[in-house]
Nanobody, 121 residues
Framework: QVQLVESGGGLVQPGGSLRLSCAAS????????MGWYRQAPGKERELVAT???????NYADSVKGRFTISRDNAKKSVYLQMNSLKPEDTAVYYC???????????????WGQGTQVTVSS
């Protein structure tokens, strides 16, 4: 059973920084693209950033220049460094990964449980 476990959320003042981490656990699986999404109260879930298994990245316009996504393939982990945080970044952040759960299987999208990020003074 593949699971994604996030950590690193919390309360931070505007202009501050946080680093989110997400690790995929289980055995015998492969990961493809990984990413971060977020959902603010009363809003739909939206893309924050994605990273391919080769390292290519994609960012939402609202976070370009402030957030950096990275991954460690050996650890099957993805990270999100968030700098210059704004109150509008407040949301639950979800990790996602395209996972092939066993050799030869198709890839499926898995989600973490979410971690709260609150930007407030």
């Amino acid at each position: 059973q593949v699971q994604l476990v996030e950590s690193g959320g919390g309360l931070v003042q505007p202009g501050g920084s946080l680093r989110l981490s997400c690790a995929a656990s289980g055995s015998g699986f492969s990961t493809g693209a990984m990413g971060w999404y977020r959902q603010a109260p009363g809003k739909e879930r939206e893309l924050v950033a994605t990273i391919g298994d080769g390292g290519s990245t994609n960012y939402a316009d609202s976070v370009k220049g402030r957030f950096t996504i990275s991954r460690d393939n050996a650890k099957k982990s993805v990270y999100l460094q968030m700098n210059s945080l704004k109150p509008e970044d407040t949301a639950v952040y979800y990790c996602s990964a395209n996972v092939s759960p066993y050799l030869g299987s198709d890839y499926y999208t898995y989600w973490g449980q979410g971690t709260q990020v609150t930007v407030s003074s």
